[in-house]
């Protein structure tokens, strides 16, 4: 049972649906938006919006994983569709990621209503970006219903991405926690990437110190890996595991909460770790079996992270021990990966090359990490024009 004191927060939508958009009024509108776009009493933003006699809701936009979230990671998704309301789907984790003028003719404006996971890896960032450039290419309204950074909006963490390194993993020259919400990034996007002003209907209530179950709103998790705030809370750190031959546990019941390899010891994994006194977790000797994804019905050796004080916690940090202390314990074993364009996948997660080319040539986690405290204090001073709460 939850003892966390909530707070009454109402999502964007909801204040939407309560005080309407008068630039909306009578208007064609298209919705980007998924499973996780629901009010208080679980209807979908589709529903009610195609309910809504203040609007015309003509077309649906799905990112990764579908407008219903019945598709897994990295697997492209068909237009449609949709069966409860008859109108078309356009997928945007497809032949494309990016509306096009054709998905957008006759409409007056996109509306952008999903659930985020508050981390710079997550494709619903690069959705959010796409998606306002193309409204302004077509010279349309862009409107984000904003929801909660589910990580709160206080704590950011990790390295500034190298616009080198950009990529639909990391679109942006952002931290890996950025501590903002889609309304708020909408508005940083803006300026940095030159698009007329997106149109946001803030949430009522909401403060930057609070974490998801700190909130009345229901949790529905972010994308089908990330089904707790625990795994969302470890996903910064973990992540980074899907750039190597290591398993990030997905395919279990825990996903990037259970991390390791067939070939590891899960007893000196957690000896390692132990010694490093990391804040916010502990670790337990772990064995699991995925069912699907790397090294699927092969059991993998490891450890499941506990969080004891998500405070405290930094992941991003973690991360780079996880694969650094893999590493070291069975080098002939660990490998990194290739993406489909030939380049290491963990470059592009990273938004660097540095963690990659650093840990092969024997560098430690502080030297790794050094230059973060700088970058991030830049951030800070690019963000907070853009911050709502």
Known sequence: MNTTQQHEVQSGLEVFLQEGLPQLAGKRVGLVTNYSGVDHRLRTTVDLLAADKRIRLCALFGPEHGIRGDAQAGVEVAGSVDQRTGLPVYSLYGKTHRPTAEMLQGLDALIYDIQDAGVRYYTYLATLAYAQEATAAAGIAFVVFDRPNPLSGSQIEGNILDPNFTSLVGIHPLPVRHGMTFGELARLFATERHCPPPLVVPMRNWQRALWFDETDLPWIYPSPNLPTLDSVTLYPGTCLL????????????????LVGAPWLDPFALRAELEQLNLPGVAFRPAYFVPTFSKHAQTLCCG?????????????????????A?????????????????????????FGSDRLRRGLDSGA????????WPAGLAAFEER???HLLY
């Not at 750039?243 to 997905?250: I, M, N, P, W």
């Not at 070291?328 to 592009?348: A, G």
């Open 242 to 257: 899907e750039g190597t031959g290591l398993s990030e546990g997905r395919g279990t019941t825990r996903p990037f909460e």
């Open 303 to 323: 450890v499941q992270i506990h969080i004891t004080d998500r405070q405290s916690l930094r992941p991003v940090e973690l991360g780079l021990h996880l694969l």
């Open 325 to 349: 202390i893999m590493r070291r314990l069975q080098p002939d074993e660990f490998k990194w990966i290739t993406s489909s364009d030939s380049h290491y996948f963990v470059d592009r997660l």
């Open 364 to 371: 430690d986690v502080a030297e790794l990490i050094a230059g």
């Open 383 to 385: 963000r907070r024009p």
